[in-house]
């Protein structure tokens, strides 16, 4: 299948930034739409960003001004810049890749989760 794995999370300070990183491995013919999601302790897991393949891109409001999705297409890869980042950052943030595999089918996969930490 599509295997997505994530990384780049780490433990920052409020004001600070970090560069997430996920690529998607395996039986690809084309992705559509990669994104990021994020969840916190006691929380439902939240979308952050999304991109099409024609990098189209969707925020939430939260991170709107903040955080920029961005992909290479040739690497299968997206990235997720993220500044300014607040407390209420925190949370494991997840990647998603949704496109069309070698065959019959389509393929919605999702990473390990990184850990994202802001301190106050």
């Known amino acids: 299948q599509v295997h997505v794995v994530e990384s780049g999370g780490g433990l920052v300070q409020a004001g600070g930034s970090l560069r997430l990183s996920c690529t998607a491995s395996?039986?690809?013919?084309?992705?559509?739409?990669m994104g990021w999601y994020r969840q916190a302790p006691g929380k439902q897991r939240e979308l952050v960003a999304t991109?099409?393949?024609?990098?189209?891109?969707n925020y939430a409001d939260s991170v709107k001004g903040r955080f920029t999705i961005s992909r290479d297409n040739a690497k299968n890869t997206v990235y997720l810049q993220m500044n300014s980042l607040k407390p209420e950052d925190t949370a494991v943030y997840y990647c998603n890749a949704e496109g069309f595999p070698w065959g019959p089918s389509t393929f919605n996969s999702w990473g390990q989760g990184t850990q994202v930490t802001v301190s106050s």
């Open positions: 991109i099409s393949r024609g990098g189209s891109t």
């Open positions: 395996g039986s690809i013919y084309s992705i559509n739409n």
